[in-house]
């Protein structure tokens, strides 16, 4: 990647889009610093492909339905309730 992959101009023009102000060295620092990302884009190209099994298992179980707790049940262990419901602390 050359060094002058981002132009000044294409910085002023993304920083406009986000309405930042930049000054001249922003501006150069900004430039080096994508072209710096682009280039590290670049470096995937370089990966090399994975061959896949195409044999594939599903491992979730499957869903399965079953009755609800009752209310009683589920408000036996809770350390604060009220009319039947769960209580918890005021937030402010």
């Known amino acids: 990647m050359s060094e002058d992959a981002v132009s000044p101009d294409e910085v ?10 930049l000054d001249d060295e922003e501006v ?4 080096d610093q994508f072209a710096d990302i682009l280039a590290y ?6 990966v090399p492909s994975v061959d896949r099994d195409g044999d594939l298992a599903n491992v ?8 609800p707790l009752d209310r009683e049940r589920a408000l036996e262990n809770a350390p ?11 937030v402010s």
């Open 12 to 21: 002023r023009h993304v920083a406009g889009l986000a309405r930042v102000d």
């Open 28 to 31: 150069d620092r900004f430039a």
């Open 41 to 46: 884009f670049e470096s995937l190209d370089e």
């Open 60 to 67: 979730l179980r499957s869903d399965a339905t079953c009755d």
């Open 80 to 90: 604060d309730t009220e009319d039947g419901y769960f209580k918890g602390p005021n």
